[in-house]
């Protein structure tokens, strides 16, 4: 191996942190602690069409437009909290466009004083995927809301009671502060919880009058009938919990189950409460409605026996302080766009670090991802900014920022203490340097790495090169074979497992020890596992779902009028698309990337 240049050469260091910088389709900005962006990489200014003279030396809210700190900002998150800090950021762009990308904020300490002096900010895109996510959303809630009006097509009496509910529901989960999940999980909740009445003979659910026992016992299973399409579902169990609770009463008396108190899901005991509300407010057509003021009343009558007494009173404060009437209390035309939950897939935090390749290494703590250096010249920093735009795209507005980023210990830093993992292979497959994160993660020392092959990291004699559709999987070997950077999510099964890196593959040349420049690829990794993961489990759930709901409508089909037939229709088409979904490995870099 003598051949090899030295995988610890500052020189060799250098030409990496260039070639992230410079050539890396990552955005990366340095923000000092009065938020002044004091260095922005040609990828950020690029894709957020911003002008490096305009937006160097000034404070980042200063840059989009607002006067203080942003609502959700992950830097002032990291003077707060003192730790790394991640988001799933949108960005909304002048020209009206969108990005989408993982916000991952690091904070710089100077080791003498222990303050946090700048704020490294590292943007990976996930537009095209969180496009994708959105539209097949879009799908799947139309699948919902299908069923919805093949509920209300078998149903008139109740016609938009779901709607009604689910819009109750949300408003009051919101009320209570419960978080974003649980406000979609009402917000859906609501909207399936009579799902179940598809399976109710017409002539037992629209007779006008009493119903005598028979038919009231066919009634009472309608929650179970829901129950039973949902079921087998993990990420609807709270919509399962509506669903099979929406009927039972604080005092014990309700159905099926005859539960008690808050033994009673919280997400039933507020379904019941809007339920209730609704069915006294709507008309039928052998009884007008109820007023506004009369059901309130009476809801307020059955806290403590039908319904959760401390629940009514938030929900009495709730149409207090907002002035509902039954029209805005059921309004639900904003429940959904509220509801957002694919969109928070996590608010925060220091705490929800990249997970360890391989399970027996213990991840990395926020500790891991800190970068101490030492300030150079910090007394130097300029006051009234000033740019200095450098060759290459590189530029700071003052002396100090410029000195930091050009240390070597910043440099050293930036390759070994973010959540950004670090490897270089030449067209041999030789491991010419490789980041202390991703021996770790890899679960075997640094220097054993460095002595072999790529392919050795993962246990395999010989590349990983293999063609599918003519396309080389392995990332580095599409780079020496087109010349060009590549990215894609790779995915990994250890220990049965998945783990999943966001993988970007840069060409860059670098010098040998004999002078003579080598062909390389940079691989840059990203952990992804935590949300590819959950992803997965979701759109697993869904497909199942798909089964659940077909069965249901070949088993009702019988039954539904020549009306409905189009909804079925509908359904299965809607079904039909999400089943065909096929996420490839490769996602491809935006024009504007390349
Ligand atoms: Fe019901």
Same mark, same amino acid.
């Given at each position: 191996m003598a051949d090899r240049p030295l995988a610890d050469s500052q020189a060799l260091k250098r030409k990496l942190f260039q070639t992230i910088v410079q050539d890396a389709p990552i955005a990366y900005a340095l923000i000092d602690k009065s938020y002044r962006v004091v260095f922005m990489n040609d990828h950020f200014l690029r894709s957020r069409k911003q002008d490096r003279d305009r937006v160097l030396g000034r404070k980042c809210f200063e840059n989009i437009g607002f006067g203080q700190p942003c609502h959700v900002c992950n830097v002032r998150d990291v003077f707060e909290k003192g730790a790394l800090c991640k988001k799933l950021r949108k960005e909304i762009l002048p020209d009206a466009s969108h990005l989408y990308s993982d916000d991952l904020a690091v904070p710089i300490r100077d080791p003498g004083t222990g303050t946090i002096e700048y704020v490294l900010q590292i943007l990976i895109d996930r537009t095209a995927?969180?496009?994708?996510?959105?539209? /097949?959303?879009?799908?799947?809630?139309?699948?919902?809301? +299908? #069923?919805?009006?093949?509920?209300e097509e078998k149903d008139y009496a109740t016609c938009l009671h779901s709607r009604h509910v689910s819009a109750i529901c949300a408003k009051l989960t919101r009320y209570l502060n419960l978080?974003?999940?649980a406000v979609f999980n009402a917000t859906l909740g609501g909207l399936l919880h009579d799902l179940g009445k598809l399976y109710i003979p017409d002539a037992v659910l629209n007779k006008e009058g009493t119903l005598d026992d028979r038919e009231y016992a066919i009634i009472m299973e309608h929650p $179970?009938?829901?129950?039973?399409?949902?079921?087998?579902? +993990?990420?609807?169990? !709270?919509?399962?919990?509506?669903?099979?609770?929406?009927?039972?009463?604080?005092?014990? *008396?309700?159905y099926p189950k005859g539960m008690s108190g808050e033994d009673i899901p919280i997400e039933g005991r507020i379904t019941a409460i809007a339920d209730t509300y609704d069915a006294m407010t709507c008309d039928r057509s052998y009884r007008p409605g109820l007023s506004h003021e009369a059901a309130m009343a009476e809801i307020k009558n059955v806290a403590g026996t039908q319904l959760d007494p401390q629940l009514v009173e938030q929900f009495v404060a709730m149409v207090e302080e907002c002035g509902y009437d039954r029209d805005s209390l059921t309004d639900g035309s904003v429940a959904f766009r509220d509801a957002g939950l694919m969109i928070e897939e996590y608010n925060d935090s220091g705490n929800e670090l990249p997970t360890s390749h391989w399970e027996? $290494? *213990?991840?990395?703590?926020?500790?891991? @991802?800190?970068? @101490?250096?030492?300030? !150079? /010249?910090?007394?130097?920093?300029?006051?009234? %900014?000033?740019?200095? !735009?450098?060759?290459?795209?590189?530029?700071?507005? =003052?002396?100090?920022?410029? =000195?930091?980023?050009?240390?070597?210990?910043?440099?050293?830093? #930036?390759? /070994?203490?973010? %959540?950004?993992m670090y490897t270089l292979v030449d067209e041999a497959w030789n491991v010419l340097y490789v980041s202390d994160n991703?021996? $770790?993660?890899?679960?075997? !020392?640094?220097?054993?790495?460095?002595?072999?092959?790529?392919?050795?990291?993962? =246990?395999?004699?010989? %590349?990983?090169? *293999?063609?599918?559709?003519?396309?080389?999987?392995? %990332?580095?070997?599409?780079?020496?074979?087109?010349g060009e950077k590549q990215r894609s999510l790779l995915?990994?099964?250890?220990?049965?497992?998945? @783990?999943?890196?966001?993988?970007y593959a840069i060409p860059t040349e670098i010098e040998g020890p004999d002078g003579k420049k080598i062909m390389c690829c940079l691989e840059i990794l990203f =952990?992804?596992?935590?949300?590819?993961? +959950?992803?997965?489990?979701?759109?697993?759930? $869904? *497909?199942? #779902?798909?089964?659940n709901v077909k069965n249901m409508l070949e088993e009702i089909l019988p039954e539904v009028s020549a009306n409905s037939h189009h909804i079925v229709h509908e359904i299965h088409r809607f079904c039909d698309y999400l089943n065909s979904i096929k996420i490839g490995p490769f996602e491809p870099l935006n024009d504007q990337d390349q």
């Open positions: 995927e969180m496009d994708m996510r959105e539209r /097949n959303f879009a799908s799947f809630i139309q699948i919902i809301n +299908s #069923l919805v009006r093949l509920l978080g974003p999940e $179970v009938f829901t129950w039973v399409v949902l079921s087998g579902l +993990s990420s609807f169990k !709270p919509m399962r919990d509506v669903a099979i609770a929406h009927h039972e009463r604080w005092d014990g *008396k309700g027996e $290494v *213990k991840a990395p703590s926020a500790e891991d @991802y800190v970068l @101490y250096v030492h300030m !150079p /010249n910090a007394q130097g920093a300029a006051e009234s %900014p000033s740019a200095v !735009p450098q060759q290459g795209g590189a530029a700071t507005f =003052d002396k100090a920022s410029e =000195d930091l980023l050009a240390s070597d210990e910043f440099i050293d830093s #930036l390759l /070994n203490h973010t %959540p950004a991703f021996a $770790v993660a890899a679960g075997r !020392p640094r220097s054993v790495i460095l002595a072999g092959k790529c392919f050795h990291i993962s =246990d395999k004699k010989e %590349p990983c090169f *293999k063609e599918e559709g003519g396309f080389a999987l392995c %990332p580095p070997a599409r780079v020496f074979a087109t995915e990994k099964e250890s220990h049965a497992k998945r @783990y999943f890196t966001d993988h =952990d992804r596992s935590r949300e590819k993961n +959950s992803q997965h489990a979701f759109e697993h759930d $869904v *497909k199942l #779902l798909i089964k």
